[in-house]
């Protein structure tokens, strides 16, 4: 796996830092519930840089986008995210309706997404540029082998 992840850094001009700024990494989940796959996400994406942000879907996005009821809300998918002690900063999206709105407001270098989650690189690398972020990469992780 760490193979994989410092073939991608490199294929990608990224090298991890050792000491000065840090290389931010932002991730994007429902978590609801939380499971392996879930893990194993987050942990590739530490992988990435230095410092992992993930952002737990606000309970409104998850009836909006998996047209359901959260199985558990916001507050405690966060708290369940925290407790993993994978990512250095865990936060809840906000209720509205851009689903990019957090591209917007926080500093990161590298977005991870999941194998299988949505939207494309392509639809993410365009919502990028519209918040003027034309250095941020995406990266696209494994599938998690159970």
Known sequence: ???????ILSWLGIQKNQ?????????FGAFDPVDEGNTDFL???KTL????????AHDSAIRAYKHRDPIAPETDRLRTVQKLGIADEVII?????????????????????????????????????RFGKYNVKVVRLKQHNR
Not at 1 to 7: A, L, Q
Not at 49 to 56: I, M, S, T
Not at 99 to 122: C, K, S, W
């Open 1 to 7: 796996m760490r193979n994989f992840i410092t073939n």
């Open 19 to 27: 000491s000065g700024p840090h290389v931010r990494i932002i991730a």
């Open 43 to 45: 942990k590739q994406a």
């Open 49 to 56: 840089g230095d410092h992992l942000l993930v952002v737990v």
């Open 93 to 129: 999206g906000r209720k509205t309706a851009d689903r990019y709105h957090m591209l917007g407001e926080v500093a990161f270098d590298i977005l991870a997404l999941g194998y299988n989650q949505a939207p494309t690189n392509e639809e993410v690398e365009r919502e990028l540029k």
